[in-house]
Each structure stands twice: as structure tokens, then as C-alpha cells.
């Protein structure tokens, strides 16, 4: 009987200390700003003693601290149960305490600078620069400003990050090069002057990290940092091009002379594949704020949005962002990809330069070629040829029985009969899995190609380099696909090569992708506060991701073409960086009315 008991007693410990760890979740505190008369040691000290007062002992308060942000942000963030939460939440000189959620962000030029007259314009008539070339001209590239970018990373090797004949890096730069696997102090230069990592938030939730998922480095295995950090400032490289030789050109970013600081803060979702999006925590993020605002950037590019409104006091960019405007600091952020529905737009703080999306004059055209004569337009930058007419389905009509329930037609996951569709064209509605995973399917049952319905109506289209030949219609125009498979004896159809167009005069449009005020926080204040490039953007890419960051896709390209608010938003960060340039005495606002305020509908014009 008394073995009994001790057994009983053991397993009731053991249920309180499992009940305790499951409470256990990282919280941010946020105290508000440095006073500056404390060292960095006292700062944690202090840190510690919030902790402390809320556990058992000042060892425990020590193993609980995720970070302590000590330079420019007051705050620290730790394991905390609900209750302790609660507790440090009640002290006066708190002002907010907040949950870390997982997945709360997601990531939201050849061309693209051409169409904004930035790099190449009409000269005024009289052997001089007209006023969009002015701007580059009397900013120097942006020689000397610094831009951070909090992303994915870096591909440091790309043409896009050269140093050759930049100048030595600018005094007042106080930040470092912080090495990891696959990246050391060598790979930052002139061009790309410091770079960071921020890992603690997202092992504190998912454990270490897995290394064959990502870099335990400030190196980009995503894609997405590489692609922003060289639309802000990447150096001239002629002969660019994504796969298939599209969009070929002289690729640079908006400001090519600029110096960059590489702030990692988003990673791989344990298994997940890379198409589904990286992950990134508030944590980190204001970890990385902190470093930044200290190390002395002059405009912040962050292409991250957080997927629901909160409070400013409880939104890790808002927070960052305010203290870095307050320094005069620039911070530009996306507005989201959820429109086009009504009040999705997000990084809606009034401090924050919230950047929606649009279009540029380039379309690469790719029709469908019906059996009947009928041409329907279509876009894609897949390069494959098909050289002949082929069988023409609908998937709804080419279904394994059982796998599709009340959704029918999307081409998902293990739908489609290989006996139905083997050798020829696939009609795939939009919808459930990403545009690219349909392409597989279809390759995978032995389709010959496919037709894709553009997922939102308007007249913007976001290309691909799908797995097999492929086009995109616009939604209005399947239903024309359609009706000529449902009517027809024998469908037939073919998709035209690629053939890219520029000066399209339809632009600049909204890209329909973009999210939309009205604000959800605060009606009274205006977001998004302006657009930029967003549809179709080439950019430099890591080579070690693939163009459709699908897992069985192994091809490899140095520049890729991708759409989103993450694309627009550093094109505006290049923008404020050339005003900083020529204006180095304006406060952020300024830069950031000038921005809203005397805009063209090409450009800017200071």
C-alpha cells in the first residue's frame, strides 16, 4: 500500500508539471523605450527582475528569457504561463503584454524600374534629364543610405549583390556579419554590409531547427529575401533573365548604389514545403528591429504581414516600426495579398509607408487556341512548347469517382484518372491548393498540358514557370473553354509559345491581389497609403530554391518572376532611400509625404 501511495504521488507531480509546461508559452513585454542612462548588462538585470518577481528564482527567470531587447526597445520576451503573463501585465510601467502566435506573418527588376522611368527615361529635348531621371540622377543611386530588410535572407553570391567599385562601407554603420553554415564574414562586402539571423521565437515553438529545411544562417534557402533585397538595391546586371530566358534585360534595383543589411527573421515551416510559405514571429522580428534601429539603417523594406488586426500595442511590426520612425528611420511594409476584398489590408499603424500593389506594362502572352478557330488569352511564363493540337478536357469530366466530394474540377492532390487524361489538355478551375500543384497533378496523371482559371476576376494575371506546359485565362473566359468542351465532338486545343509584350497600355492597374481599406482598425485613417510594382516581378532568386519552391522541382534559376505586396513594398523603399539621399535632413514623414503627396501615375517627383 505504501508503494501505492509514493506511485500516486509521483503520478500526480507529474501531471501538475505536465500541465505546467503545456501553460508554459512565450510572451512578449513590452516596456517601451531605453532612457539610454543604463548599460546593456543593467538592461537585462532589469529584465531578469520583472521575470523574477513573477518566478520561483532568479535562476528560473534566467532560463525563462527568450530575448531581452536592450538598445533602442524596452521589452523582453519569455516563457510565461497565462497567469505570470497576467501578473507582469498589471505593472505600471508595462505597457502591453502579448501572446506569440505561430504563423500570425506570412511574406507578401527589369522592368518594373524601366516602367517607373527611374533608370531610363526621355531625355527633355535639350540634351538634359527629364524630371522621373532627375530623381536617380541627384540621389547618386543612393549612395550611402542604408536599407535593412527583415525577410528570408540573402543568396549572397548573386550578380544583383556585386561591390565592384562601390566605396568603403559608411562610417556610421554599427552593425555586423554574423556567420552560420553556408554563410561567413567573407560574403558580406560593400554592397551587402551586415547581416543578421533571429531564431529563438520560432525553436522556442517548433524545437531546433531542421537543417536540411533552412539555413541556420542569415543565407536564404526561400527565395524571398534574395528577390526583395535586390528590387530595393540590387547593382546593374545585363542579360537577366528568369527561366526560359523571359523578361530578359538589364536587371537593378530601384536604388542600385544603396548599402543593404540582411535582418533573417522568417523560416521553413517544419514539414511543409517551401510553396506553403515561411513562417516568422513577433519575437524575432523585434529582436531584429532592435539590431537595426542600432546599427544605424536609414529605411527599413519589410515585406511581412501579419494575417489578422491587433491592437499596435501587440503588433511586433507596429511596435518595431513606431520606435525606428521616431529615429527618423523609413519603414515601408506590405499591404497584403488578401483583396480583392474590402478592409484586408494590413500594417495599418499611421507611422508605417503601407505599400499596395499594381501592375507594370509587360505581359507575356500566351493564348489558347481553341479547336473551333476561337483564341482565347491567356498569360504564363512556363517554357514549354506544345507543337500541336491535343485533346482538350475538363477535370471535372476526368475525376477519379470518390476523391473530389462537393468540389469538382481543381485538379487537387490525387484527383485525376491517368487513364482519362493521359496526352492531353486539362481545364482546371482555381481553388483549395496553389496554382502550381495543379500543373503537378496534371503532369503527374499524364496531361500534355493545362489551362488554368485565373483565381480572381480583373484584368491582372500572376505568371508561373509551371511544371509542364501551361497557361492562365482569365476567370471570365474558362467559362468560354467550357462550353466549347461541352459542345464539341471532338474538343481540341493548343497553347501558344510565350511571347512577352511590353508598353501595354492598359496599365497601371490595380493588381487584383492587393488588399483593400477601408482600414479595419481605424476607418479614419487612410490605408493602403500607396502602390507600386507588384505583378510579375524579376528579381535575383536563391539557388537554393526552385522556381516553384515545390519540393520535386530541382530546376535552378539566378532571377525568378513572382507577384505580391512583398514586391511592391521594396520598390517604395528603394523610392524613399533616393529622397533620403538628396533630402538627408528630412525627418520619415517627410520622405513619406513627399512619397504620397506628389506622386505621378509613372512616378514620384521630388
Known amino acids: 500500500m505504501k508503494g501505492d501511495s509514493l506511485l500516486v504521488l509521483l503520478l500526480l507531480v507529474l501531471l501538475h508539471l505536465s500541465n505546467s509546461l503545456a501553460q508554459r508559452q512565450v510572451y512578449i513585454v513590452y516596456v517601451g523605450e531605453h532612457s539610454g542612462d543604463k548599460t546593456l548588462r543593467e538592461v537585462e538585470d532589469l529584465h531578469h527582475s520583472y521575470l523574477h518577481s513573477v518566478k520561483g528564482s532568479i535562476e528560473e527567470a534566467r532560463a525563462s528569457l527568450v530575448y531581452s531587447y536592450k538598445h533602442i526597445i524596452n521589452g523582453f520576451s519569455a516563457f510565461l504561463t497565462p497567469d505570470e503573463a497576467t501578473k507582469i501585465s498589471e505593472m505600471e510601467e508595462v505597457v502591453s503584454v502579448f501572446r506569440s502566435r505561430p504563423r500570425r506573418y506570412g511574406l507578401q527588376t527589369t522592368r518594373s524600374w524601366d516602367f517607373v522611368n527611374l533608370l531610363e527615361g526621355e531625355n527633355d ?7 522621373e531621371e532627375e530623381l536617380l540622377h541627384k540621389a547618386n543611386g543612393g549612395k550611402d543610405v542604408i536599407v535593412g530588410l527583415l525577410d528570408t535572407g540573402v543568396w549572397p553570391e548573386s550578380e ?11 562610417s556610421s554603420w554599427n552593425g555586423t556579419c554574423q556567420e552560420g553554415p553556408a554563410f561567413n564574414f567573407s560574403h558580406c562586402n560593400r554592397k551587402l554590409i551586415g547581416a543578421r539571423y533571429y531564431l529563438k521565437g520560432y525553436e522556442a515553438y517548433y524545437g531546433p531547427l531542421n537543417e536540411t529545411d533552412d539555413y541556420r544562417s542569415p543565407r536564404d534557402k526561400d527565395g524571398h529575401g534574395t528577390h526583395t533585397a535586390s528590387t530595393v538595391g540590387g547593382r546593374t546586371v545585363a542579360n537577366a533573365s528568369a527561366l526560359g530566358g523571359f523578361a ?4 537593378s534595383g530601384g536604388a542600385p548604389s544603396v548599402r543593404l543589411a540582411i535582418y533573417k527573421v522568417c523560416w521553413a515551416v517544419p514539414r511543409n514545403a517551401k510553396n506553403g510559405g515561411d513562417t516568422c514571429f513577433d519575437e524575432d522580428i523585434l529582436a531584429a528591429f532592435d539590431d537595426a534601429i542600432a546599427d544605424g539603417v536609414h529605411v527599413l523594406s519589410i515585406s511581412l504581414v501579419p494575417f489578422d488586426l491587433s491592437p499596435y500595442t501587440s503588433d511586433g511590426i507596429a511596435i518595431g516600426a513606431l520606435h525606428a520612425v521616431k529615429r527618423n528611420i523609413v519603414v515601408a511594409c506590405s499591404a497584403g495579398n488578401e483583396g480583392p476584398t474590402p478592409s484586408t489590408v494590413r500594417n495599418v499603424a499611421p507611422w508605417i509607408l503601407t505599400v499596395g500593389a499594381s501592375s507594370i506594362d509587360r505581359v507575356f502572352s500566351s493564348p489558347v487556341v481553341l479547336g473551333n478557330g476561337i483564341q482565347v488569352q491567356g498569360q504564363t511564363v512556363t517554357p514549354f512548347k506544345l507543337e500541336k493540337m491535343y485533346p482538350l478536357v475538363y477535370a471535372g469530366d476526368v475525376e477519379v469517382p470518390g476523391t473530389t466530394a462537393n468540389i469538382t474540377g481543381l485538379c487537387l492532390n490525387g484527383t485525376l484518372s491517368p487513364e482519362l487524361v493521359k496526352g492531353k489538355i486539362v481545364l482546371c478551375y482555381s481553388g483549395y491548393s496553389y496554382n502550381v500543384e495543379k500543373g503537378v497533378e496534371v503532369k503527374r496523371a499524364g496531361g500534355a498540358g493545362f489551362i488554368l482559371q485565373n483565381p480572381l476576376s480583373g484584368i491582372g494575371i500572376s505568371v508561373e514557370a509551371h511544371v509542364l506546359p501551361a497557361t492562365v485565362v482569365f476567370s471570365n473566359d474558362s467559362a468560354t473553354i ?20 511590353v508598353d501595354n497600355n492598359v496599365a497601371p492597374f490595380m493588381a487584383p491581389f492587393s488588399s483593400t481599406g477601408p482600414n479595419g482598425l481605424d476607418p479614419n485613417i487612410l490605408k493602403p497609403d500607396i502602390t507600386a510594382p507588384g505583378l510579375n516581378i524579376l528579381a535575383a532568386w536563391s539557388e537554393a530554391s526552385s522556381p516553384t519552391q515545390l519540393p520535386n522541382d530541382r530546376r535552378v534559376v539566378k532571377y525568378n518572376i513572382i507577384s505580391g505586396t512583398s514586391m511592391s513594398c521594396p520598390h517604395v523603399a528603394a523610392a524613399a532611400a533616393l529622397v533620403r539621399a538628396i533630402h538627408p535632413g528630412w525627418s520619415s514623414a517627410a520622405v513619406r509625404s513627399a512619397l504620397m503627396t506628389t506622386g505621378t501615375r509613372r512616378l514620384f517627383h521630388v
Open 125 to 131: 529635348g535639350k540634351g538634359g534629364l527629364n524630371q
Open 160 to 170: 544583383s549583390f556585386s561591390d565592384e567599385g562601390m566605396e568603403p562601407v559608411p
Open 248 to 251: 530578359k534585360g538589364t536587371a
Open 482 to 501: 467550357l462550353n466549347y468542351i461541352r459542345n464539341a465532338t471532338n474538343p481540341m486545343a493548343t497553347i501558344v509559345p510565350v511571347k512577352t509584350v
